[in-house]
């Protein structure tokens, strides 16, 4: 069974910045595609970013094009995720996807394994 593990959200003020990881527990691991989603109280989960393992193919939801980026450590089985000039709206859970497929898809339930998911909190 795979396991998402996410670290490094917080409480950082409007403008600032953070960078939130994923790791995989599995090396050999039958992921083919990763990526993030957030949710805000109230709101349905959001898609915000992915990349199949081999790099060739990523997305990143408009709301943030320009100001958070994303790579990945094919050695570390870790993504990336740098979020720039953060604003309130970018508050919410931060979630780590995966799925055994490598199509790009936003929709949460195409995805199969799931982070515990981390707080990001801007403060105006």
């Known amino acids: 069974q795979v396991q998402l593990v996410e670290s490094g959200g917080g409480v950082v003020q409007n403008g600032g910045s953070l960078r939130l990881s994923c790791t995989a527990s599995?090396?050999?691991?039958?992921?083919?595609?990763m990526g993030w989603f957030r949710q805000a109280p109230g709101k349905e989960r959001e898609f915000v970013a992915a990349?199949?393992?081999?790099?060739?193919?990523?997305s990143l939801a408009d709301p943030v094009k320009g100001r958070f980026t994303f790579s990945r450590d094919n050695g570390k089985y870790t993504i990336y995720l740098q979020m720039n000039s953060l604003k309130s709206e970018d508050t919410a859970i931060y979630f780590c996807?995966?799925?055994?497929?490598?199509?790009?898809?936003?929709?949460?339930?195409?995805?199969?394994?799931w982070g515990q998911g981390t707080q990001v909190t801007v403060s105006s």
């Open positions: 599995e090396r050999t691991s039958p992921i083919n595609l």
């Open positions: 996807a995966a799925r055994t497929t490598n199509t790009l898809t936003t929709d949460p339930q195409n995805y199969s394994y």
């Open positions: 990349i199949t393992w081999g790099g060739s193919r990523s």
